[in-house]
């Protein structure tokens, strides 16, 4: 139970209500002019955590994206190579997927994007600017070429250095953004709250997840159909043993903490996959394969843009946004938060969003959070039975695999 109270999901949540909670005490009559003091600080706080969390945006890109490429290319091999193209290949087909399901469904759900009445939030009593270092493409870029020159020459230095500033950045994370994110959450739910808009949207927060949920289950089909006649093998041999593995993927909500249970899951699914390929690719797959993250982060970025600015973005920002985003999946693991912490840049560079809509994201987003995770963990043996299949195809000899993560 204590895990549960002082896990980021809960924290989240608890700020949502009694954000939601205090926008509403503020707007009410008898609470006016008290409502208007609290208000001014509400607006200025929030400001000012949202201009602390962009500034450590670029440095999440160049922490975690730079050292994943160093890392992945120690072992430039064949079977790397086919393990990174089916990875990404999943992320972006999924992602893609998703977006046909957005421009779908999502005009369909009762969204209000405009509601008649809504009180005005005063303004910012004093602006504290903190500018990013540099933008966050211009991070990405030189996240990708800084880790792909460390990698051509061998630089030992640089690459271990890229290694600490991870760590650094891991606890620039941990200490700093993610204890500030429920205050932050907490102060622009009171901000809706108390505009009026919150009560109009929350039954719609609720059908996205379960929109969402139902997506994993949909695109793990896909993938274990795919593996089986790809691998000329009975799918139905490996996601019988994924049980503890989804179950432990809900709990903890890490695909590292569920590494080791998914290992062993794996194991037991020997045939149809390799134990060479089980001790490659499961952990490989841990770092690399976010599915249904990525699914479902593309889904929600396209619920927060109806609902916070009338439409969603045209389908040249999202496929580019896709694109992108299967990119900056690899350097999710590890970060506090997953796929959406490490994709911040690309949500406000991209598509555009403001405070609000990163708040929004960041909340929906770690609601479901675990279900996510549990897709990605329980898609990794859908792949690993692609490289099984590709190993035996191609005459590959069964050997003792291993790879330094």
């Not at 911040?344 to 959070?369: K, N, P, R, S």
């Not at 299949?389 to 291993?402: C, F, M, V």
């Amino acid at each position: 139970m204590k895990k549960i109270f002082t896990s980021l999901p809960f924290k989240l949540l608890v700020g949502v209500v009694l954000g939601i909670l205090a926008g509403q005490l503020a707007g009410t009559e008898h609470m006016e002019r008290a409502g208007d003091g609290v208000m001014n600080i509400v607006v200025t706080v929030r400001f000012i955590l949202s201009e602390l969390i962009n500034f450590c945006v670029p440095l999440i890109v160049i922490g975690f994206i730079a050292p994943s490429i160093t890392r992945l290319g120690k072992s430039a091999s064949r079977m790397l190579g086919v393990a990174l193209f089916c990875a990404y290949a999943s992320s972006i087909l999924a992602a893609l997927l998703s977006m046909a399901a957005g421009y779908g469904i999502i005009p369909h759900l009762s969204i209000v994007s405009e509601v008649e009445g809504l009180k005005e939030l005063p303004e910012v009593v004093f602006q504290l600017e903190i500018p990013e270092i540099m933008s966050v493409m211009s991070a990405l870029v030189l996240s990708v070429l800084l880790g792909l020159a460390c990698t051509w020459t061998n630089a030992v230095t640089m690459t271990n250095l890229l290694e600490e500033f991870q760590k650094i950045v891991l606890q620039v994370v941990t200490r700093v953004v993610i204890p500030i994110l429920p205050v932050f959450i907490g102060f622009t739910f009171c901000a809706l709250s108390y505009e009026g808009t919150i009560t109009k949207q929350l039954p719609v927060f609720l059908q996205i997840v379960l929109i969402v949920i139902a997506g994993h289950y949909l695109w793990m089909a896909v993938l274990y159909i795919a593996a089986g006649i790809y691998s000329r093998s009975n799918p139905l041999d490996v996601v019988k043993n994924y049980g503890p593995a989804y179950i432990t993927a809900v709990g903890t909500m890490s695909s590292a903490a569920t590494l080791a249970v998914a290992l062993r899951c794996a194991k037991k699914s020997e045939p149809p996959l390799r134990d060479d390929m089980v001790d490659f690719g499961i952990p490989l797959f841990a770092n690399i394969h976010l599915c249904g993250s990525v699914l479902t982060e593309v889904f929600f970025v396209m619920t927060v843009s109806q609902i916070l600015y009338g439409r969603m973005p045209d389908v040249g920002t999202m496929i580019l946004f896709c694109l992108l985003l299967g990119v900056f999946a690899i350097g999710a693991p590890g970060v506090p938060g997953g796929t959406v912490m490490a994709s911040l840049g690309l949500i406000t560079g991209v598509l555009g969003f403001d405070e609000t809509g990163t708040a929004l994201m960041l909340t929906i987003f770690a609601l479901q959070d675990s279900f996510g995770t549990a897709c990605n963990i329980t898609g990794d043996g859908a792949l690993t039975m692609i490289l099984s299949g590709y190993a035996d195809r191609h005459n590959i000899k069964e050997q003792n695999l291993k790879v330094d993560l």
